[in-house]
């Protein structure tokens, strides 16, 4: 899991795309409830194709913790 505001302004899609060489796989944009519809957080849970995901990811020039 991350907390990343950059990320939410990407599709799934993309943030596979570009997390992919670091070893993401998927990702799920964590949503509440706002009202009677979902809102995006800036948390967003990720599938590494390793036994052990990494201590922090690059996001840009960001550093994110894992």
Do not use: A
Request: hydrophobic letters at 25%; a negative charge; aromatic letters at 6%.
């Amino acid at each position: 899991m991350v907390r990343c505001n950059d990320l939410t302004l990407c599709t799934d899609e993309e943030i596979v795309k570009e997390l992919g060489p670091q070893g993401v796989t998927e990702t799920y944009n964590i949503t509440v409830k706002d009202g009677q519809s979902q809102r995006k957080t800036n948390t967003f849970i990720l599938t590494f194709n390793t036994s052990q995901p990494p201590k922090h990811i690059t996001v840009g020039y960001e550093r994110i913790p894992v």
